[in-house]
Every structure is written in structure tokens, then in C-alpha cells.
């Protein structure tokens, strides 16, 4: 098989939440215990990070890999979804996986693997933790597919747990509560591993504590001691920071969403700078330099891309991945700072969010160009615009993401703003097709 055909195969014969939704959505870990003791247990082979939350677990994961590169070690990420290609989600220092590693997993190991009818995401984390193994990678930030309890992720036993945030998103998988969705996400907490959590509210703060009491887990809730004390958006499309310990901070991600990430980071590399395992393991001590460097430079380190990019200027185009009510409740308010003189909103979404909560947060001012992603769980943009308009927002309808854009494009002047998103597969769409 070719790579592309590679990836076909994956994509159309193991089911895939990503593409079917519910359908592709397998739960339990008895397929990725087998799939484990297949390969020989490889998790077991190098040190860990587990990232889980709703909201900002990317750009965690990603600025976690970076600084721990910058601090010389060989670094493996797991991420999903991927954007563009199969490869950004199976990383070592910023390099994506090898087509003919992903040809030859796939060709030698199917004959295995195909009995237990495994989904997408439980023969990918295999894939990734055996490639993290054959080329030997000292340390590894893996991102939580969905949940945590039950995501296949969830055999590591990581120096450092991280919960970033808990809105409702997933709601069929992981509860109608918050309190129920964090009980699914605070399964990545361990004995006696210490988890950071980004922010909680009067609903999950107890359901973390009690878990972290029972796994005898040290917690620290990073909102309680912020590390940051101010960031101001840059005319690069970054942030500057002021910190407590680590002062003057330049970060290249945008989006006022990542003062939070960066104190649940910050956070996290205390917590591993005061873990005798890390720092005899490796001899390492993330200093201020390492960490300044590293943020300022996650994006060309790792590969990551839509947290707040810009693509374009004049007119100035901006593309986030955001999808979720906890995610806009930052990009609405970021999106009414712009200084512009029109704001064009291409947009799109799935069917498995609360579409009218996030319909509600967009800016009322703009002109809206509704589409829908390459994904059968893409909202018809005919049903996104009926339902937009209830809230106020005007737009016409457009059946790709390609010809929202260019059409968006050709309505621009050069004193105009775009903005494209609503699901990470428009995003995606975007980013393949419109550049």
C-alpha cells in the first residue's frame, strides 16, 4: 500500500469517532491492553505527561513537548486530531512520524490487529506508543483522546498528570454535568502522581479532590496560585507575559485563552523540577532560559498549528480550532477586540456540540459565511444558517470551506478581518485546501 492508501485503510476500516461520530466511538480498554501486550508493553520504555481537559489540551501538550526539547531531551507527542495529515499526530522533536513507519506498522501488523476490530484511535496510540519506543525517545506528552477514564491512553503511569479545564463538550460519552464529565477526565489521576489542574469551579474542584485523596495524588489547582500576572496580545500575533518566578515571558501562540494554558504549564514544569525521578532520570532542571526560548517558538518547534494563527494580512486572516462553548467563551471576547473595519466569520461545526450555546457567543456584527468540513458529521450548512439566524447572525451558504473563504475573501478589503472556524475539520479543510 502507498501512504495515502495507508491512511484510507485506517480511516475507513477501523471505526473513527472523528469521522462517524458515535458510531466510532469504542469504549474500554480491553482492545488496548491486547494491542499492548501485543507490541511488548512500549509505554513502558520511556517517561510520560498525560494531558487531558475539555479545552487547551494542544496547546499544553505542544508548549510542554517544546520546552522539554529545548532542555535537550528526545521528545515523543501524541495529539489529536491532526489538521492536515495523519502524521502531526505521532511526533518526535517536532518531526511527524515517517509515511513508510506508518506503511510498515500497518502492513505487518493488520493480520493482528483486525480480529479485535480495534477503532482508529486504539491502533494509532499503539502505533505511537511503539514508534515512541523503537526510536527511543526519552520522554513523551500524550494528549488524552476523550475522556481519560476510559481513553486508551489511559495505560501510562505519567511523572505528572494534567487536567486543563472541564466544560460540556462529549456529553453522550462523558455525562450531562460537569461534575460527571470530571469524574471521566480525573481518571488519569494515579497514585502518588502529582496533577496539576488548570481550573475548576464549585462543581469539579471536589470531584479532584476526592480522586486525588483516594490515589494519595498531590494536586495543585494552578488557578488558585496564578504564575501569570499579566499577558498583552503583540503585533506578531503572540502574547507577553509577566510572570511570578519566571519573568518576562514571550509566548508565539495567540489568543487570550493561553494565559490560562501557560499557568497550568508553568505549573506542571514545577511540579516536574521538584520530582527527584524527572530530574535524576534525565539531569535536568528546566531553567528560565530554556522555558523563554521554547515558548517563544512552539509553533516551528512542534508543527502546531490553528490556536489563534494568522495566515494572512491585509486582509488579516485568523484561524482557531476552538469548537466547544468553553472555548468560545474566550474566542467571542477576543473577536469583538479586533480593530478591523468588517469582520467576515467563515464558519462551520458537528453535530455532538451545543451548537446553540456557541451560536450565542458570536458576534452579532459580522458577516457570516456558513459551510460545512469534509466530515459526515458536519452540520449542513443550510441547518447551521437557519439556526444562526435565530440568533441574529446573517450570512449565506457555501457547500465547501474553500468557497466560503474565497468568496469571504473577495468581500475583504485590506482593513478587514476573517476569521475561520467552529470545528477543527474547517480549520483543517482551511489549512489544506485554501493555502
Not at 466544560?167 to 464529565?181: E, M, P, R, V, Y
Request: charged share 20%; net charge negative; aromatic share 8%.
Amino acid at each position: 500500500m502507498t501512504y495515502q492508501e495507508t491512511c484510507e485503510y485506517l480511516y475507513n476500516q477501523m471505526p473513527m469517532f472523528e469521522r462517524q461520530g458515535a458510531s466510532g466511538y469504542k469504549e474500554g480498554l480491553s482492545n488496548t491492553k491486547a494491542l499492548d501486550a501485543h507490541f511488548g508493553h512500549p509505554h513502558q520504555a520511556f517517561a510520560t505527561i498525560h494531558v487531558a481537559g475539555t479545552n487547551g489540551k494542544g496547546s499544553v501538550s505542544h508548549s510542554l513537548a517544546a520546552i522539554l526539547q529545548e532542555s535537550g531531551l528526545r521528545v515523543g507527542l501524541y495529539t489529536s486530531p491532526h489538521l492536515v495529515d495523519f502524521r502531526e499526530r505521532i511526533r518526535i522533536n517536532g518531526e511527524p512520524i515517517s509515511e513508510q513507519y506508518v506503511i510498515d506498522f500497518v502492513e505487518q501488523e493488520r493480520a493482528f490487529f483486525e480480529p479485535l476490530h480495534p477503532s482508529f484511535f486504539e491502533v494509532t496510540t499503539a502505533l505511537a506508543f511503539k514508534y515512541f519506543r523503537d526510536q527511543q525517545v526519552d520522554i513523551a506528552v500524550v494528549e488524552v483522546g476523550l475522556g481519560g477514564r476510559l481513553d486508551c491512553t489511559n495505560i501510562i503511569t505519567p511523572l505528572v498528570s494534567i487536567i486543563t479545564n472541564i466544560s460540556f463538550d462529549h456529553t453522550q460519552f462523558l455525562g450531562d454535568t460537569l461534575a460527571k464529565i470530571a469524574g471521566e477526565k480525573a481518571g488519569i489521576i494515579k497514585p502518588h502522581v502529582p496533577v496539576i489542574i488548570g481550573e475548576a469551579n464549585e462543581e469539579t474542584r471536589p470531584v479532584f479532590e476526592n480522586k486525588a485523596q483516594q490515589a494519595q495524588a498531590p494536586i495543585v489547582f494552578a488557578q488558585d496560585v496564578p504564575e501569570v500576572i499579566s499577558a498583552t496580545p503583540t503585533a506578531d500575533g503572540g502574547m507577553d507575559y509577566q510572570t511570578r518566578h519566571y519573568g518576562a515571558l514571550h509566548g508565539d501562540l495567540g489568543g487570550s485563552y493561553q494565559e490560562r494554558n501557560l499557568n497550568t504549564i508553568l505549573h506542571a514544569i514545577d511540579a516536574l523540577c521538584n520530582d527527584s525521578s524527572f530530574t535524576e532520570r534525565f539531569s535536568r532542571h528546566l531553567s528560565q532560559d530554556t522555558i523563554a526560548r521554547a515558548l517563544s517558538q512552539v509553533a516551528a518547534t512542534t508543527g502546531l498549528m490553528g490556536r489563534w494563527q494568522r495566515v494572512k494580512e491585509q486582509p488579516r486572516v485568523i484561524c482557531d480550532t476552538g469548537h466547544n462553548v468553553g472555548g468560545w467563551q474566550y474566542l467571542s471576547r477576543q473577536l469583538k477586540t479586533l480593530s478591523c473595519r468588517r469582520l467576515h466569520v467563515v464558519f462551520g461545526m458537528v453535530n455532538d456540540k451545543d451548537i446553540d450555546g456557541v451560536l450565542e457567543l458570536l458576534p452579532t456584527n459580522a458577516t457570516y459565511y456558513f459551510t460545512k468540513a469534509d466530515t459526515h458529521r458536519a452540520i449542513p450548512e443550510g441547518d447551521l444558517q437557519s439556526k444562526a439566524a435565530t440568533h441574529g447572525l446573517q450570512g449565506n451558504t457555501y457547500p465547501t470551506v474553500r468557497e466560503a473563504y474565497q468568496t469571504a475573501l473577495q468581500h475583504a478589503d485590506k482593513n478587514d478581518v476573517i476569521f475561520v472556524g467552529g470545528s477543527s475539520y474547517v480549520v483543517g479543510n482551511f489549512l489544506r485546501d485554501c493555502q
